[in-house]
């Protein structure tokens, strides 16, 4: 079981930055894949990032490539979401997510623990 807490949301004007923290508690941290996901009002939840255990593998949606870059420090327990470049578009309510497998997936389904999310608000 692993417990997941993100925070870092805010509101920025488009073109700003944030970070996004997830912190996670339980086995051991390095043994899960983590992924982050969104979700913006009348929407379905979407994929952004993944990164498997070691780091050394990274996945993430078109939408966001280039512009947002996952990374975690398994000596601290957390997954980052750096998001530079923000738009409008990239408002959501931001998940993080793990699983005891590794992989870099897409698929929200096979990710077993999910935070609670942070409100990200990007302004024109």
């Known amino acids: 079981q692993v417990q997941l807490v993100e925070s870092g949301g805010g509101l920025v004007q488009a073109g700003g930055s944030l970070r996004l923290s997830c912190a996670a508690s339980g086995r051991t941290f390095s043994s899960y894949s983590m992924g982050w996901f969104r979700q913006a009002p009348g929407k379905e939840r979407e994929f952004v990032a993944a990164?498997?255990?070691?780091?050394?593998?990274?996945y993430y949606a078109n939408s966001v490539k280039g512009r947002f870059t996952i990374s975690r420090d398994n000596a601290k327990n957390t997954v980052y979401l750096q998001m530079n470049s923000l738009k409008p578009e990239d408002t959501a309510v931001y998940y993080c997510?793990?699983?005891?497998?590794?992989?870099?997936?897409?698929?929200?389904?096979?990710?077993?623990?999910w935070g609670q999310g942070t409100q990200v608000t990007v302004s024109a």
């Open positions: 997510a793990a699983d005891d497998r590794d992989m870099v997936t897409p698929t929200s389904r096979l990710f077993k623990y």
């Open positions: 990164i498997s255990w070691s780091g050394g593998a990274r």
